[in-house]
């Protein structure tokens, strides 16, 4: 049974005005009953029925009504399919003369074969039933319908009626039938009762349907559009009927399908509908859903927005034109079963007469693509119009979401008394029931969004946002009086973000003091030097040759800002950037220019500071001239993070740029708390863009002291620059002058008062210790300064007898910490062992220097809780190495040993790149070249080349890539030769593996690779090498990421000499009769060739009895390993006195 859902009172009136505007009607079924009888049956029941007559003459159907009831006819119209339609319409032309209040003349109506159900008065929109409460013994008993007499009956004037019905669903059927209701005693005045001329049936689509295509017959209208870098057009698909984007690799490129602009008939909510599948680049491409009103900007429909399988990923790090956005991403639900998916998405409320467009947009970087392709699909659109059940003009979702009653007419009501109607806000978006929507201390009805300032009744300001000009202010405190009060009466212009035009936002105005009204108060910000190049630049050393004019493409510029948060045509993490000054304007693709900025940093609790940018390409950051962390190299945007120890006053910034070519941006932030979090990993919520700070002036007391500095450790001014408050044989003149704490005796906490530690580098004694009174360890040998007492005698862990201003007191190549940890005495030499040793226990977190020759180099890269990290994730530090110097005997071969262990954060890039450990003629602190092995990384590395390494790679780059995997390669006179690869992921995104690595170098018999807990373990053994090793050569790991994708730790090294494999020896020798049994120790898979000599220094003996004459002579060749030990008989000749034995390992079994 179907349920038939009939328009019934006010209600009907909206919705058929709102059919007349939009809605259309096709004709299903007509007839005039001219020629034929229009395939209607007719049929009675009752007492004595008279049936129905069809008059080809007049070209009618008629019912002469029944005086003998009661009796019914039943005239049925042919089964008709409605082809998808939403509603249907019936029109028929009649007369009738039925027994007024008693018979009747009714319609009802069978869906798909269904019962036939009545259909009501309330359901006409033209000339509907006459009566109600008929009184007749018949089926309509006390229910409604045509009585009396149609007017012009007696003319024989026909009548139109007109039946609108909705809730119709596709692919149904229908049957109408027209029914006679006759009781007894009488009947109508004219004969026939009931006569119909016409009949049609018309099918209604959905009116609340502005567009509905499905790409099946053409292209819908829509057109498509490729920007960027050799963008890929995207492709109307005739069969199946698709609109597709195969996505792009060489990007960045954009693509845009647009829809044709559709006619808003009615005020209301309209919500866009569509079927696709996308296989989409995961993490970094995305694809998007726009719109636009009349012609405007498109703008991208929000994550909020969809009702359902709105966008897949949050922060896109593609460079593209939605970097940072949300998008579809990723692979949607069954893509490569040819499925598709809906997803829908309200776009708000549109005003009557307005046109609307949609597009599709597809955003692509370079270097990879999703897996499948197209990369997205759309199979159809649906733009429709939000239900409305009380035709108010405020869609039902919308009542019911703002505490509104879609029963009732309530558009003109008020309830929160801001000025606006309810039908108001919907069209602005504002909440009905909170009169000053964006909390800005503006009422939504004197913000009219028109972007001009009239009075204070009609701000322009947009209600829906608390800062329309995003000058720090909100709008409901630019009071635009031009006169400056206070915070909260700021007189400025709330369309305007620097009022008085002096380049520093109002907001930064208020919030530093000074008047936002006054071009000539202004506060000292950022001061930053543009410039061009003419030349390419690619390093720190050429951006301040260009500052120093060397290169000058064009005359700087300076200018000055309350951040350093600048783009062009890359994205950082942080929002709001401007315009890099030179150019005014974003996505300009500007190459060779730099920023210089300088600023003051004043502290007043001192402490360790962490700092941050994040650039494309490359940057550095200085305080005090020392540098606090710097990225020397072009990259893509990625985080560069470190921490300085400050002291309370005053420190100079600087902070240089460069751009090279591709992206370009730059933001500098610091974190929001104290400490040292540079290993922690980014994370944009603990960070904030670094401002310049201003230097409290004044020392009311006249004591040296600033007040500032004072009320900081005092609370008070009561101290002289004499005293000593913490007793610890420093004055407070001191204490300020040397940036130490006054009321800490004890700033760095190593054990020393502060007045020992006079800072001189050198240790006179315990009361001159020339040891820095702000760091803990001066000679960063893992130490305390308080324990190194100096005196040559080690006593115990709290008196090491060692120096505090040398790592290595003794000079051993152990620094002092390790040796405390490893149980050795520090202050006398040990014997160095033969290889190399390192745990790196011992060691405090940050450690560069190990004092045992070997060089730690990279920003990424220190020891970190008792292992070496070399890269980390979340951060875009470049390369690392770890280096080692040459050990002799390494020519003869040897093994290194390391735990090894990669992690991956969830979320952001793939892990990459990679590492290797390597053994060349490689200058020590060279970075490498990661999972490439050794070498110039490029044209401006200074190392010089390596021409010979052997290298042990593991490559992560990137999950699902042809090159990742663990690989064996060597470099032979310059040349760089692969020599063994297996293919696979070494770890998947957002995990972790570890486990130990064994690495071979055998000069004989090649080099071996092994590795445990990888997903794709190496596995090499013996793989022949032209590389021979050299004494003089070092030993070294690089690693590196690219888009600051992984944590890389190593520990427990071990280099032993030697190859680490028992030589080749014959281990026994038996006898049993004639026959010997010769047995070596082997490896598995190998061939060998056994020899014997009867005289080893006769070579006329024929030990074989075969003619042949040779000191050795051949027994077998082809002896094939039986594992870890092989053993073969030879039959001694009777005659033989003496005989040797020789085996040969002739290589890997074919």
Same mark, same amino acid.
């Given at each position: ?9 006010l ?39 008279? !049936? ?8 009618? &159907? ?10 019914t ?29 008693w018979d ?5 109506? /069978? ?6 159900e ?23 008993k ?57 009949f049609?049936?018309?099918?209604? +689509? ?34 199946p ?32 509908s ?19 009103i ?8 929000p ?28 692979n949607?639900?069954?893509?490569? +079963?040819?499925e ?36 997205w ?24 979401? =703002? ?11 008020d ?8 039908i ?6 504002t ?98 030097r543009?410039?061009?190049? =003419?030349?390419?630049? =690619? ?37 709001d ?26 502290i ?31 990259r ?10 400050? /002291? ?6 600087e902070?240089?740029f460069?751009e ?5 941006q ?42 500032? &500095? ?10 002289g620059?004499e ?14 002058e ?23 580098? =050198? ?12 760091v ?46 490893l149980?050795?005495d ?24 190990? !004092?045992?020759?070997?060089?730690i ?92 390494n ?16 663990v ?7 310059g ?12 770890l ?13 170098y055998d ?49 427990n ?15 026994e020798?038996?006898?049993?009769g ?26 006329e003996?024929?030990?074989n ?11 077998d060749?082809?002896?094939?390993s ?15 006195r ?13």
């Open positions: 049974m179907k349920r038939i859902i009939w328009f019934e009172g209600f009907i009136f909206a919705v058929l005005g709102f059919i007349t505007i939009n809605a259309v009607a096709d004709e299903l079924y007509y007839t005039e009953f001219e020629d034929e009888d229009g395939a209607f049956i007719q049929e009675v029941t009752g007492n004595s029925p008279i !049936a129905a007559v069809y008059s080809s003459d007049l070209g009618t &159907w008629s019912m002469d009504g029944d005086d003998t009831g009661p009796a006819n039943y005239l049925t119209s042919p089964e008709i399919e409605l082809e998808g339609a939403w509603g249907v319409r019936v029109i028929f032309d009649h007369r009738y003369s039925i027994e007024a209040e009747a003349v009714a319609l009802e109506m /069978s869906i798909d074969g269904g019962d036939f009545f259909i009501p008065n309330s359901a006409f929109t033209v000339n509907g039933y006459t009566y109600s409460d008929l009184k007749g013994n018949h089926v309509f006390g229910g409604e319908g045509f009585n009396g007499d149609s007017e012009g009956y007696s003319q024989r004037e026909f009548i139109m009626s007109m039946v609108e019905l909705e809730g119709i669903n596709a692919e149904e059927n229908v049957v109408i039938r027209f029914v006679g209701a006759w009781d007894e005693g009488a009947r109508g005045l004219g004969i026939p009762n009931w006569e119909i001329d016409t049609t049936v018309e099918a209604i +689509s959905d009116p609340s349907i502005l567009l509905s295509e499905d790409f099946v017959e053409d292209d819908g209208g829509f057109i498509e559009l490729g920007e960027g870098n050799s963008p890929i057009p995207s492709l109307y698909n005739e069969d009927g698709t609109w597709s984007m195969e996505g792009d690799d060489s990007g960045p490129a954009t693509n845009y399908i647009t829809s044709p602009e559709i006619d808003v008939p009615i005020t209301a909510g309209i919500e866009v569509f079927t696709h599948r996308y296989s989409i680049e995961p993490e970094w491409d995305g694809t998007v859903l726009q719109y636009s009349d012609g405007e900007e498109f703008q991208t429909v994550t909020d927005a969809f009702s359902e399988n709105g966008y897949s990923f949050s922060n896109l790090i593609g460079n593209h034109v939605i970097k940072g956005g949300d998008g579809f991403n990723g949607s639900e069954e893509y490569f +079963s040819g598709f998916i809906t997803s829908t998405a309200k776009l708000g409320s549109i005003e009557a007469g307005s046109s609307l467009s949609i597009r599709f947009l597809g955003a692509w970087d370079c270097a990879a693509r999703g897996a499948g392709i197209p990369n699909e759309i199979n159809s659109v649906i733009i429709r119009i939000l239900d409305d059940l009380d035709g108010d003009g405020m869609p039902d979702y919308y009542e019911d979401e =703002n505490d509104l009653d879609k029963t009732v007419d309530d558009s003109a009501e309830p929160d008394s801001d000025g606006l109607k309810n108001d806000e919907f069209v602005a978006g909440n009905p029931q909170e009169a000053d929507t964006d909390n800005d201390g503006l009422s939504d009805n004197v913000e009219t969004g028109t972007g001009n300032f009239v009075n204070a009744s009609n701000t322009g300001t947009d209600p829906l946002v608390s800062d329309t000009d995003s000058d720090g202010l909100f709008d409901g405190v630019e009071t635009n009086t031009g006169t400056f009060v206070d915070a909260d009466d700021t007189g400025t212009d709330p369309h305007t973000a620097d009022t008085d035009e002096d380049s520093i936002y109002d907001g930064t105005e208020v919030e530093r003091g000074t008047d936002p009204l006054d071009g000539e108060d202004f506060p000292l910000l950022w001061v930053v543009n410039a061009k190049s =003419n030349s390419p630049l =690619n390093s720190i050393a050429n951006t301040r040759d260009l500052f120093d004019g060397v290169g000058l493409a064009e005359p700087e510029t300076v200018t000055i800002h309350d951040t350093i948060n600048f783009r062009d045509n890359a994205n950082g993490p942080f929002p950037p401007q315009p890099f000054p030179l150019f005014e304007a974003q996505d300009v693709n500007q190459d060779d220019f730099a920023i210089m900025a300088t600023g003051t940093l004043f007043t609790d001192p402490g360790i500071y962490t700092f941050g940018f994040n650039s494309d390409d490359g940057g550095g950051f200085y305080i005090d001239d020392e540098p606090v962390v710097v990225f020397d190299a072009n893509g945007s990625a985080t560069s993070l470190a921490s300085m120890d400050l /002291s309370f006053g005053a420190h100079k910034m902070f240089l460069w090279r070519g591709g992206g370009a730059c933001q500098l932030f610091v974190h929001n708390e104290k400490g040292d979090f540079a290993g922690a990993g980014f994370n944009v919520g603990n960070y904030h863009l670094l401002e310049t700070s201003f230097v409290p002036s004044g020392d009311s007391d006249n004591d040296g002291l600033p007040d500032a &500095w004072e009320e900081q450790f005092f609370d008070n001014l009561e101290q620059p005293d000593d408050s913490d007793n610890d044989g420093s004055t407070n003149a001191d204490e300020f040397l940036g130490t704490v006054p009321n800490d005796p004890d700033t760095d906490d190593d054990g020393l008062n502060d007045g020992v530690e006079d800072g001189t580098g =050198n240790f006179v004694n315990s009361m001159m210790t020339g040891t820095d009174p702000k803990a360890d001066s000679d960063g040998d893992g130490l305390l300064d308080g324990v190194e007492t100096n005196t040559g005698n080690f006593v115990s862990a709290n008196n090491t007898g060692t120096n505090p201003h040398k790592a290595d007191t003794d000079e051993d190549m152990v620094s002092d910490g390790r040796e405390i940890a149980g050795t520090p202050t006398v030499p040990q014997a160095r062992p033969k290889g190399y040793v390192q745990d790196f226990d011992g060691f405090p977190d940050g450690t560069t220097d190990l !004092a045992d020759g070997s060089v180099y990279g920003a990424a890269a220190s020891v970190v809780d008792g292992r070496l990290q070399l890269t980390r994730d979340g951060q875009g530090l470049g390369f690392s190495s770890f280096t080692i110097p040459a050990l002799e005997g390494s020519s003869g071969g040897w093994m290194a040993t390391f735990d090894l262990e990669i992690s991956d954060g969830p979320g952001a890039n793939d892990p990459a790149d990679g590492l290797s450990f390597n053994y060349g003629n490689f200058d020590l602190g060279i970075p490498g070249s990661a999972e490439e092995g050794m070498g110039a990384v490029d044209a401006n590395d200074a190392s010089p080349l390596v021409t010979e052997v290298s042990f790679e593991i490559d992560t780059w990137q999950n699902g890539n042809a090159e990742q995997g690989n064996i390669a060597e470099k032979v006179e040349e760089d030769i692969n020599l063994e690869f297996i293919n696979g992921r070494i998947d995104d957002g995990t972790s593996v570890s486990g130990p690595v064994i690495i071979v000069p004989v018999n090649g080099a071996s690779f092994k590795t445990e807990g990888l997903l794709t373990n190496a596995d090499f053994e013996d793989v022949p090498l032209t590389f021979v090793g050299d004494e003089s050569y070092n030993f070294g790991f690089s690693a590196r990421v690219g888009g600051a994708n992984q944590d890389v730790f190593i520990d090294l071990v280099i032993s000499l030697g190859s680490g494999v028992a030589p080749l020896q014959i281990t020798i038996a006898k049993e004639d026959e010997i049994i010769l047995t070596w120790n082997s490896k598995p898979n190998r061939i060998y060739l056994i020899e014997r000599s009867e005289d080893m220094e006769n070579g003996i024929d030990a009895r075969d003619g042949n004459f040779g000191f050795w002579e051949e027994i060749d082809g002896i094939l039986d594992g870890e030990f092989t053993s073969f008989t030879d039959q001694v000749p009777e005659d033989t003496k005989i040797f034995w020789r085996v040969t390992d002739m290589g890997v079994a074919e």
